[in-house]
Each structure stands twice: as structure tokens, then as C-alpha cells.
């Protein structure tokens, strides 16, 4: 009896060293499941998120991503570039132009449509909380939708050489269901009075962004 509880001593002594190797396994194995940063964005809208758009405007042809409605103001050869940028819980959207009529101010917005034949074609302002009383024309002018807390505007002066960089900031992500999917120049910079809010003069130029 003596020499058998002599032998099997060695194996009880053995197993909890045996366990506490198997609980550190699984803690290393956990480790992946909790390296991502916390508030990590990802990428939403179709593409538009995280991506950029680069357009040389010229008169509007089938296909085209930089339009020209306006030769004078928006001439072609002129360029833009919309970066769309995860921003820890929200996005930042960079609007870049560069050969525009130089020491002049403009409007700019995200629009809910790709560019077409006429400016009126980019639709309405892309906004996060859509104004339940305004449709495609006449579009939403209440300043409770219409204002830069809830639309992207993008408004800049050019320099001496026509060029200027803008940059917004939102708290939010785009809708992937409903994605901007376009920047249009405007011939002034936004009004934010109440019936004009929002608004900014004719349409010069557009730039499709990736759908």
C-alpha cells in the first residue's frame, strides 16, 4: 500500500503544473481578440470613407469625374482633390484646388449624386440628419438641417495663384446605405439665414466621388 501511494505521488505533483500551462495558452491566445485601438473606424459609404478623388474639370462628357458648368470661374484645367479620412468616431473630408480664379471666395458641399450634364444633376446636400420637409427642388433651406454641424461645407478663398485647401470635420460616419457621391463648387460662399440656408450661389463645378 505504502509503495504504491509512493508512485502515484509523482503524477499529482505533476498536474497542476501541467494546468497552469494550459491557462497561460489560452491568455496568449486571447491576445489578438483585444490588440485593435479602441475607436478604430471602419471604412463605411461604399468606398467613399477613407478614399480620395482627383478630377481635372473640363466641359461635361459621359463618364467624366471633374465637371466645369462655369469656364470662367472654374476653368478647365483646373483640378480638385476630396480626401474622405476616418477621424477617430467621425471623418474629416480635405477639399484641395488648385488654378481656380485666384483671390476669389467660393462655396463647396458633399451632394447626394455623382456629377452630370447640369449641376443640378449632384442633387441635394448630403446631410446626416436628411430634413423630413425638403426634397430635391426646392432642397432643405432650415437652418436646423441646412447648417455645417450637419452637411459637410467646404467653403475657401482661392490665392493669388487660384489655389486653396479646406478641411471639415464631423463627429459622425456616412450612412453606407446613402453615401455622398459628389463635391460641387459653388459661385459664393454658403448663407446660413433661415429660407436661404445652406445656399450659395450657381453651380460651377463638380467632382464625383467613388461610389
Not at 1 to 17: F, G, I, N, S, W
Given at each position: 500500500?505504502?509503495?504504491?501511494?509512493?508512485?502515484?505521488?509523482?503524477?499529482?505533483?505533476?498536474?497542476?503544473?501541467v494546468l497552469a500551462g494550459c491557462?497561460?495558452?489560452?491568455?496568449?491566445?486571447?491576445?489578438?481578440?483585444?490588440?485593435?485601438?479602441?475607436?478604430?473606424?471602419?471604412?463605411?459609404?461604399?468606398?467613399?470613407?477613407?478614399?480620395?478623388?482627383?478630377?481635372?474639370?473640363?466641359?461635361?462628357?459621359?463618364?467624366?469625374?471633374?465637371?466645369?458648368?462655369d469656364p470662367a470661374l472654374?476653368?478647365?484645367?483646373?483640378?480638385?482633390?476630396?480626401?474622405?479620412?476616418?477621424?477617430?468616431?467621425?471623418?474629416?473630408?480635405?477639399?484641395?484646388?488648385?488654378?481656380?480664379?485666384?483671390?476669389?471666395?467660393?462655396?463647396?458641399?458633399?451632394?447626394?449624386?455623382?456629377?452630370?450634364?447640369?449641376?443640378?444633376?449632384?442633387?441635394?446636400?448630403?446631410?446626416?440628419?436628411?430634413?423630413?420637409?425638403?426634397?430635391?427642388?426646392?432642397?432643405?433651406?432650415?437652418?436646423?438641417?441646412?447648417?455645417?454641424?450637419?452637411?459637410?461645407?467646404?467653403?475657401?478663398?482661392?490665392?493669388?495663384?487660384?489655389?486653396?485647401?479646406?478641411?471639415?470635420?464631423?463627429?459622425?460616419?456616412?450612412?453606407?446605405?446613402?453615401?455622398?457621391?459628389?463635391?460641387?463648387?459653388?459661385?459664393?460662399?454658403?448663407?446660413?439665414?433661415?429660407?436661404?440656408?445652406?445656399?450659395?450661389?450657381?453651380?460651377?463645378?463638380?467632382?464625383?466621388?467613388?461610389?
Open positions: 500500500m505504502r509503495r504504491r501511494a509512493v508512485l502515484v505521488l509523482p503524477a499529482l505533483v505533476l498536474l497542476p503544473a491557462g497561460d495558452d489560452a491568455r496568449d491566445d486571447a491576445v489578438p481578440a483585444v490588440s485593435a485601438p479602441a475607436g478604430a473606424v471602419a471604412p463605411t459609404g461604399g468606398g467613399t470613407a477613407g478614399a480620395t478623388a482627383t478630377g481635372t474639370f473640363a466641359p461635361y462628357a459621359a463618364g467624366a469625374t471633374a465637371v466645369t458648368y472654374v476653368p478647365p484645367g483646373a483640378v480638385a482633390t476630396v480626401t474622405l479620412s476616418p477621424a477617430g468616431s467621425g471623418t474629416t473630408v480635405r477639399l484641395a484646388v488648385t488654378r481656380l480664379q485666384p483671390g476669389r471666395g467660393y462655396g463647396a458641399h458633399l451632394h447626394v449624386k455623382p456629377c452630370g450634364p447640369t449641376g443640378d444633376a449632384a442633387g441635394p446636400h448630403y446631410q446626416h440628419h436628411p430634413d423630413p420637409a425638403a426634397s430635391a427642388s426646392p432642397p432643405s433651406v432650415d437652418p436646423s438641417y441646412a447648417n455645417p454641424a450637419n452637411e459637410v461645407w467646404l467653403d475657401f478663398t482661392t490665392d493669388g495663384s487660384g489655389d486653396a485647401t479646406t478641411t471639415a470635420t464631423q463627429p459622425w460616419t456616412f450612412d453606407p446605405a446613402r453615401a455622398p457621391r459628389s463635391v460641387i463648387i459653388h459661385a459664393q460662399p454658403t448663407k446660413t439665414a433661415p429660407g436661404v440656408a445652406g445656399t450659395a450661389g450657381a453651380r460651377l463645378g463638380c467632382l464625383t466621388l467613388p461610389g
